[in-house]
């Protein structure tokens, strides 16, 4: 979540063009491979597919001559044999159960408190519950406040295992809910548990899942390490078509092994990042901790504007991590 060069979009629209068609090159087609082949859960996958595929219909026919093309490339680049396959077995989680108002359960989340965080950021982050707490319907709520505090003019919160559940390689899924605004920028992501020897970028960042508040149909999954960091990080785009990710909820994921990240949303496959893909050292070989957190402003996102509402919710149904015992 550092990121320190990135340019805020002003062309939608283009951009998700754009996307889509890298999505449905490259995504489509490593899901197809993943799911034909080596994923488990081939029925519903299937069907995913098959969704998918009648919602690009009208890419189908435009890029028609181009499918096998695209296909023997894409299989080029990523054999059905460079996707493995977990068996994952639950080792963590939280599912947010409880009353409402209550904290997020203390011995598993720490409050990161302050502010900035390296990134511009607007927002104060505390550890009251007007900023994180449960919905009492079973979602953590971390809200976004329009209110002066210590200094800032916006107050929400940042939640972390560190030193509570610090783990290496698994499965890391959270189901949640987003925001809307320009300038909300919420992330599920992982961070290098050895930050306060190594420093970052050394110490690794995994952003499982990132967004734009203003670009409500994107997201965002990326590595940061030494060499590709900020604004140089590995990254790519999922777009939903005809859809936005704040009207509902979606289940992020990243699958993390040796020499290797692949990223999910809703468990289509998006991105697959090997240490050839990184310009840089392969930093992803020792524990990580889980951060929550909802940003307003900063680098990445721009700031709040008039169309910015307050108060703003990030809801998280739940964090799951599983172990491979393969
Ligand atoms: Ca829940």
């Not at 197809?32 to 919602?55: E, N, Q, Y």
């Not at 009353?99 to 104060?124: C, R």
């Not at 699958?255 to 496959?269: A, P, R």
């Amino acid at each position: 979540m550092k990121w320190r060069n990135s340019k805020l979009s002003n062309n939608i629209s283009s951009q998700a063009s754009i996307i889509n068609l890298k999505h449905f090159s490259s995504s489509v087609v490593l899901n197809t491979i993943a799911t034909f082949f080596t994923r488990p859960g081939l029925v519903r996958k299937v069907a995913l597919l098959k969704k998918k595929m009648a919602s690009v219909s009208k890419v189908y026919i435009l890029m028609g001559c181009c499918l096998p093309i695209i296909l023997f490339t894409s299989w080029g680049c990523t054999k059905s044999s460079d996707i493995k396959e977990g068996n994952w077995q639950l080792v963590w989680e939280d599912e947010f159960e409880g009353e409402v108002g209550l904290l997020p359960d203390s011995a598993k989340w720490n409050f990161d408190i302050g502010t900035d965080w390296g990134n511009q950021q607007l927002e104060y982050d505390t550890d009251r519950p007007e900023n994180a707490s449960l919905d009492g319907n079973g979602n953590l709520a971390i809200v976004a406040r329009k209110e002066s505090f210590a200094g800032s003019p916006f107050t929400s919160a940042r939640i972390t295992t560190k030193g509570k559940f610090d783990f290496t390689y698994g499965r890391y899924e959270a189901r949640i809910k987003m925001p809307w605004g320009p300038g909300i920028w919420p992330a599920f992501w992982l961070l290098g548990s050895n930050i306060d020897e190594v420093s970052w970028p050394q110490c690794g960042e995994i952003d499982v899942m990132e967004y734009r508040g203003n670009e409500p149909h994107l997201i965002h999954g990326s590595v940061h390490g030494p060499g590709y960091s900020g604004g140089n990080a590995v990254t790519k785009s999922f777009a939903l078509e005809q859809n936005r990710f704040d009207t509902d909820f979606h289940i992020f994921a990243v699958e993390w092994g040796v020499d290797y990240i692949y990223f999910f949303v809703d468990d289509h496959l998006y991105q697959v990042i090997t240490p050839e893909d990184v310009d840089g050292e392969w930093v992803y070989d020792h524990t990580f901790h889980i951060i929550l957190n909802l940003a307003v402003g900063g680098n990445y996102v721009g700031f709040p504007t008039s169309d910015t509402n307050f108060p703003q919710t990030m809801l998280v149904d739940w964090v799951r991590v599983y172990e491979d015992r393969n």
